[in-house]
């Protein structure tokens, strides 16, 4: 593998999931962007948006997303609004094969709904909100190289379904 492997989606789609299973599957190493920002600040992803602000965020999202892409080629999980971001769209198809794992919005918000550290979870609480954000994004979500319709498959399958991909 010459080139990063870069997992994109919304919140919930499977991007730190499928690419833990990826990378031990492919034996190559394995960054979460969202991980990487959270030890490299001492602080939680919900703590940086309420004690900073999202755009600041957003700046360290993508500083982190320039120093892993200059790493050895690995499995990527992106966060779920990274490449909404021009430069790291950019970038990262520079530098990778990039995989938009896709689901419907009732799907991914049953997968979420409940969890305590996404912070724009808490924000667009409702089924409604968060399909709306949901809809907004995915005109950037298809600019990946592949989409895949993860629905109704399990992170095994998903990552299997990335390799044949990969190795046809
Ligand atoms: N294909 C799938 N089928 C069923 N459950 C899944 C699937 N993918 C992920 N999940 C579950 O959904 C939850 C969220 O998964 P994960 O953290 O990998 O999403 P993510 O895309 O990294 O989200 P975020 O953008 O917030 O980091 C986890 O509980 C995970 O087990
Ligand atoms: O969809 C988003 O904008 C986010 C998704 C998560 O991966 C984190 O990057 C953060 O909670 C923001
Ligand atoms: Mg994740």
């Known amino acids: 593998m010459q080139r990063h492997i870069i997992l994109s989606g919304f919140m919930g789609s499977g991007k730190s999931t499928v690419g833990r299973i990826l990378s031990r599957r492919l034996s190559l190493p394995f960054h979460d962007v969202d991980d990487v920002i959270e030890k490299q600040t001492g602080m ?4 940086i948006f309420s004690q900073h602000s999202e755009a600041y965020f957003r700046e360290l999202e993508t500083r982190v997303l320039r120093d892993i892409l200059a790493t050895p080629p690995s499995v990527i999980a992106t966060g779920g609004g990274t490449l909404m971001e021009p430069e790291n769209l950019t970038l990262s198809k520079q530098q990778g094969v990039l995989f938009y794992l896709s689901a419907s919005a009732k799907t ?3 997968r979420v709904r409940h969890s305590q550290h ?4 808490k924000k667009h609480s409702s089924l409604e909100a968060f399909a709306r954000l949901l809809e907004a994004r995915i005109p950037f979500y298809k600019k990946c190289d592949y989409i895949i319709d993860a629905d109704n498959m399990s992170p095994d399958e998903v990552a299997t379904y990335i390799q044949e991909i990969l190795t046809p």
């Open 118 to 121: 996404r912070p724009l979870v």
């Open 108 to 110: 991914l918000h049953e």
């Open 44 to 47: 939680k992803i919900m703590d």
